[in-house]
């Protein structure tokens, strides 16, 4: 089910929340859990059960490390061995075996057989469970974070399903930490109608981001596409990078803020996820600005535990290696995927040891570096075909193979047609529009403004041109 669907909008979400707010404080957990549930399985009938009983296996494994002691192993005579980390290792174990299975089996086999010949592997082809990616790295952070001390006690069950489920944030994130939302989670929530009215503001603005700007400027790189990877003018192929660029920021802002918004209507404060990256002065500033807490997962369960950058330049490079490897893992199981990461890799490894922190200090230099690198890397992570990523790249560098069939004709007449909602999404990467959201969203007119965007949102939806959130394959 989509947030930008008709189905949510006016089924789901209406009565979800006339039943949540309508029950007592102290029930309102029990029904969270089972609205998502319903939620999930709408749109994933088979995969609730594999949610469910990932929830279930994983409250019962959290329950063994507690009391900051070795529990007691069968068959050892009451002595104290080491269950408390073996119930911790078959955490993850049955976490990432799980992702593994389900999105990286195939990629793997067919790397494997690739190399050593067809049917060392079996393919299994099975399809992937929205949102596991999500859902997987928050039930991690509970067990890592339980397993650390962090916790005095364990949460109740209802409570660490509620958390892991919540369909706010379980399609697409924003990935939250237990400790972020473990005091509202367990003391009941009392929802006040300043909340409703702002996470409905909030949802509204992120509606208008996804179906008014992310959704139409999509058609633009769809027909770049379609044209031909390596049939283009490097200016239309520039155009084309720039018109997925800006699809997946504002498809990734509105589900964002979408998110936000849901989450304070349901009386959650969720850890905010975007701050405009596009107005970066260097790639390492546009990462710590997108996906923000994608970016302090790794930081905080990878990075750090592995050194990070306290051990020596060398073993820093090597840590930056593993993160971003695994960080382009994590989006999608495909060479392009981990090309992308590598990309960042390279260019985050050159700018921390070298001009990073120069070229965040300059005025225009750092923005102009930026917004030109970065629309390459989101065309290597757009394209999964390998020979069409190279042709797409090379139209881009003005290396052709074939001839050229999309040229400044067909330029011109792409900037006639999509030129207003080019400035309209150039002026929403900038800072001033969300600043002026703030300054004026207490005024009388922000409502027919906000109602109107609903509307034509509604209406754009409707005349078909919805389509999911790219993050959702992730």
């Not at 929830?55 to 061995?81: A, D, H, K, T």
Request: charged share 15%.
């Amino acid at each position: 089910m989509l947030f930008s669907g008709i189905d949510f909008l006016f089924r789901f979400l209406p009565v979800f929340m006339v039943i949540y707010l309508l029950v007592p404080a102290q029930f309102r957990n029990v029904v969270l859990l089972v609205g998502s549930l319903v939620f999930y399985g709408i749109g994933e009938p088979f995969f609730v059960l594999l949610l469910a009983a990932s929830l279930l296996v994983n409250y019962g494994l959290s329950r063994l490390l507690f009391c900051g002691r070795e529990i007691p192993l069968p068959g050892q005579g009451g002595r104290r061995g080491k269950g408390r980390t073996a119930a911790f290792v078959l955490s993850l174990l049955l976490d990432f075996g799980l992702l593994f299975v389900f999105k990286y089996w195939d990629f793997t086999a067919r790397t494997v057989n690739g190399l050593a010949g067809d049917g060392l592997m079996p393919l299994l082809h099975l399809a992937l469970p929205l949102g596991i990616s999500f859902y997987t790295f928050q039930m991690v952070s509970y067990q890592v974070d339980c397993y650390r001390g962090k916790f005095d006690r364990p949460a109740k069950f209802i409570d660490f399903a509620a958390y892991v489920s919540m369909f706010p944030q379980l399609i697409a994130g924003p990935i939250v930490r237990y400790d972020e939302v473990a005091e509202r989670m367990s003391a009941g929530r009392r929802i006040c109608g300043r909340d409703l009215e702002e996470g409905l503001k909030l949802f509204t603005v992120g509606l208008g981001l996804k179906v008014l700007l992310a959704n139409q400027i999509g058609t633009l790189w769809n027909t770049v596409m379609t044209a031909g990877a390596g049939s283009l003018h490097p200016l239309a192929a520039w155009l084309g990078a720039a018109a997925y660029s800006f699809q997946i920021y504002f498809d990734f802002w509105g589900y964002s803020v979408m998110a936000l918004g849901l989450g304070r209507m349901l009386g959650f404060t969720l850890p905010r996820n975007f701050d405009t990256p596009y107005a970066s002065r260097s790639v390492s500033e546009f990462w710590r600005r997108w996906h923000i807490t994608l970016g302090r997962w790794f930081r905080e369960y990878v990075y750090i535990p592995m050194g990070g950058s306290r051990r020596g330049r060398l073993r820093t490079v090597c840590n930056l290696f593993v993160v971003w490897a695994l960080t382009g893992l994590w989006h999608g199981a495909d060479w392009n995927f981990l090309l992308w990461g590598m990309l960042f890799f390279v260019i985050l490894s050159v700018e921390k040891m070298t001009y990073g922190a120069r070229l965040e200090r300059t005025k225009v230099l750092g923005h102009l570096y930026t917004l030109t690198l970065i629309p390459v890397t989101w065309v290597v992570f757009a394209i999964t075909d390998m020979g069409q990523l190279a042709a797409y790249l090379g139209s881009m560098f003005g290396i052709h193979r074939t001839e050229v069939l999309v040229g400044l004709p067909q330029l011109a007449r792409y900037l006639r047609e999509y030129g207003p909602l080019l400035a309209a999404c150039i002026l929403f990467i900038t800072p001033y529009p969300a600043k002026l959201y703030a300054k004026y969203r207490e005024k009388w007119f922000m409502a027919p403004v906000l109602l109107a965007v609903f509307w034509f949102s509604v209406h754009e939806i409707l005349i078909g041109s919805n389509n999911p959130f790219l993050y959702f394959r992730f």
